[in-house]
């Protein structure tokens, strides 16, 4: 069983397209995050909900929009999409250990 | 031969040699910080970690070790094998931020058979 599952693995779309990526976690994690990664390998801190509340939003655009259903899922849905949103985003859970776990990865290439 | 981790340098060593990943992070009130492998096309997997009231920790063929007077950590890992090839990133924690990790910029690890 994978742990910390997102969807899809690759995303090609046209800019100003609406599109979104799902994660989910089978570990009973309380928090959950999204992680942008650009294209030299930077990973940058985007969201982080805990038990549904959203704790930490960093400078990200109003385009990106986070929702959490139940503390298992965290999905990202980004309006109007721009070039400069390529990048590869990776969502992660953690407990209270701090230890992050992160899905594979969604590689989004806006055209 | 070391490497800093923070424009994605590339460090090349031979199989069997033993590699040293440096990396200097940002903030003196972090108190736990931890190392990260990330082999292409997967995402981030956990090596080890360590908290800011030890300055060595070991585990199976990696050592971290931290220096908090320089604000330095570095990943020793012994007798690199061809599957320790991937992109390390170290990253912190500050006291206060709850579980939000910095993450440093990344070194290349490319291991030569």
């Known amino acids: 069983d994978t742990a910390v599952s997102q969807t899809p693995k690759y995303l090609v779309t046209q800019m100003g397209n609406d599109k979104s990526i799902k994660c989910e976690q089978n570990l009973g994690h309380d928090t959950m995050y999204w992680y942008k990664q650009d294209s030299k390998k930077f990973l940058k801190i985007m969201f982080s909900y805990n038990n549904k509340e959203l704790i930490i939003n960093e400078t990200v655009p109003n385009r990106f929009s986070p929702k959490s259903p139940d503390k298992a899922h965290l999905n990202l849905h980004i309006n109007s999409l721009e070039l400069g949103d390529s990048a590869v985003y990776f969502c992660?859970?953690?407990?209270?250990?701090?230890?992050?776990?992160f899905g594979s990865g969604t590689q989004l290439s806006v055209l | 031969g070391e490497s800093v981790g923070l424009h994605l340098p590339t460090l090349s060593v031979q199989e069997g040699d033993n590699s040293i990943i440096n990396c200097a992070y940002s903030?003196?009130?972090?108190?736990?910080f931890i190392w990260y492998k990330q082999e292409s096309g997967k995402g981030p997997q956990f090596i080890i970690d360590?908290?800011?009231?030890?300055d060595k920790r070991q585990g199976q063929r990696v050592t971290v070790l931290l220096n908090k007077t320089v604000k330095h950590l570095s990943l020793q890992i012994a007798a690199t094998q061809p599957g320790d090839s991937a992109v390390y990133f170290c990253a912190e924690n500050m006291v206060g931020a709850g579980n939000m990790l910095t993450f440093g910029g990344g070194t290349r690890l490319m291991v030569k058979p």
């Open positions: 360590i908290r800011s009231n030890m």
């Open positions: 992660a859970s953690s407990q209270a250990e701090r230890k992050l776990f």
């Open positions: 903030n003196s009130a972090s108190d736990y």
